[in-house]
């Protein structure tokens, strides 16, 4: 700390006392976090909707080239029937269409998003889940990235294996061929490129998928 | 602790700036551009998938420039010279009469018009209205980016309005930073700021012509 005499020129006394000096800095500065705070509230009102431009891609690492010929979706794990379907097979299962918005925890919305998929509960039809089964693992296929969800969760009536969006398959970035979308969850619980369903009894741990070993909640919905 | 200052300044040149201002200054600026850079790389579409797995490490880098960006000209200020903070906090606070004339005035284009304009102290109105601005921002900046990093943990409804007022705060910031930039680069008498707030001296004439009151009570 300094102390004693300043040498400072601003310790000089003015020569002539100030004309109706007011407090303006901290009323403007008062003022300014007033506005602050509105924004934070009615902003998005202000603003119509929070939705981006396009569809920020967000992924941890790089897209996996996606081959027809060769790609396998497998539902493994505490099923009594493991299945392997190629996306042919997978595509012609019973197919649900469906609007929801899509909701990054960034805090970006994109607004009703068109997917068509099969659900999970149609999957399990196929597959016969073992009763001992608790949680769903989703196995990305860029080989970094898994997900989960508890059976009750993965059997929401809209949450969908989709391989198109807004009436075009995925692209590339989006999860060819394959994502899982879990709406009312922040979108790091709908895994891209799934090529793997597993099923597994994970106990009251759950499963601590990507994000989750990084501190996020297992559970995400918003 | 105190900052060594200086020993002999030139006669025509007055001190304005002392070397904890300066870099509290900089170190702000530094951060603050940092904090940019980081936060354009996630914004920007192609740099965003590009950084891929990294995105998280760095969104945590931007969140601590951030937070740098307004600690560290506290701590110098606070381990250094507390009273002249407070001597500048006070100094920005209260306008007179000439600092309201002014300040409106030059909402009407008096000084790119160069019309007459009422005496100034050591910081001119605009000045003052800059750091009550910046200070407002940096407090926002501090906020917004704190939910943002809870977020997985907050409704999604604060969180996008979190970012919502984020990248407003960072569009009017980089509005601000260039025309800080420009006016300190383009006027003579910005040049001689910015040389002040480098070397801590400005020349006599333009402390005599932009800052008359702050002048006549080194002067007088």
């Given amino acids: 700390m300094t102390g004693g005499q300043s040498r400072y020129e601003f310790d000089a006394a003015p020569l002539e006392p100030p004309l109706g000096e007011k407090h303006i800095g901290r009323r403007a500065f008062l003022g300014l976090m007033g506005a602050g705070l509105l924004a934070l509230f009615f902003g998005p009102e202000l603003f119509s909707r929070v939705s981006p431009a396009s569809f920020p891609i967000n992924s941890v690492a790089n897209a996996p080239v996606f081959d027809a010929a060769s790609w396998r979706l497998k539902v493994d794990g505490l099923v009594r029937r493991p299945l392997n379907l190629s996306f042919a097979d997978f595509t012609a299962l019973p197919q649900i269409n469906e609007t929801k918005d899509f909701t990054c925890v960034e805090g970006w919305t994109v607004p009703g998003v068109r997917w068509k998929g099969v659900t999970l509960r149609e999957l399990m039809n196929r597959a016969d889940m073992d009763p001992r089964a608790t949680h769903f693992v989703f196995h990305s296929g860029d080989g970094v990235y898994t997900d989960s969800l508890t059976i009750a969760e993965a059997f929401g009536s809209s949450v969908v294996l989709a391989h198109e969006m807004n009436g075009q398959p995925l692209t590339s970035d989006h999860g060819q061929p394959l994502r899982l979308v879990v709406p009312g969850s922040y979108g790091y619980k709908s895994v891209k490129w799934v090529v793997r369903v597993e099923l597994i009894a994970a106990g009251s741990g759950g499963y601590q998928g990507y994000w989750e070993q990084q501190g996020y909640p297992a559970q995400a919905e918003f | ?220």
């Fill in chain 2, 1 to 220: 602790m105190t900052f060594p200052e200086h020993k002999s300044d030139p006669p025509e040149r007055l001190r304005r700036f002392a070397l904890v201002e300066r870099l509290a200054h900089w170190t702000y600026a530094t951060f603050f551009l940092v904090a940019l850079a980081l936060g354009l790389l996630m914004w920007i579409p192609k740099t965003r998938v590009w950084l891929s797995g990294s995105r998280q490490q760095v969104s945590h880098l931007h969140g601590g420039m951030g937070l740098l960006m307004v600690v560290v000209p506290l701590l110098l200020f606070l381990f250094t010279d507390r009273r002249r903070l407070a001597k500048n906090v006070h100094e920005i606070d209260l306008w007179d009469r000439d600092d309201r004339v002014w300040f409106w005035r030059a909402l009407r284009g008096y000084t790119v018009l160069r019309r007459e304009m009422p005496p100034q102290g050591r910081f001119n109105a605009g000045q003052k209205a800059n750091a009550i601005v910046v200070a407002a921002m940096a407090l926002g900046f501090v906020v917004t980016g704190s939910l943002l990093l809870a977020a997985p943990r907050l409704p999604a409804w604060l969180v996008s309005r979190a970012l919502l007022l984020h990248q407003i705060l960072a569009i009017a910031a980089v509005a601000l930073f260039v025309g800080h930039l420009l006016h300190a680069l383009s006027t003579s008498h910005g040049r001689d700021s910015l040389r002040a707030m480098t070397g801590g001296t400005m020349s006599e004439s333009v402390a005599r012509e932009r800052h008359e009151k702050w002048w006549r009570r080194q002067r007088g």
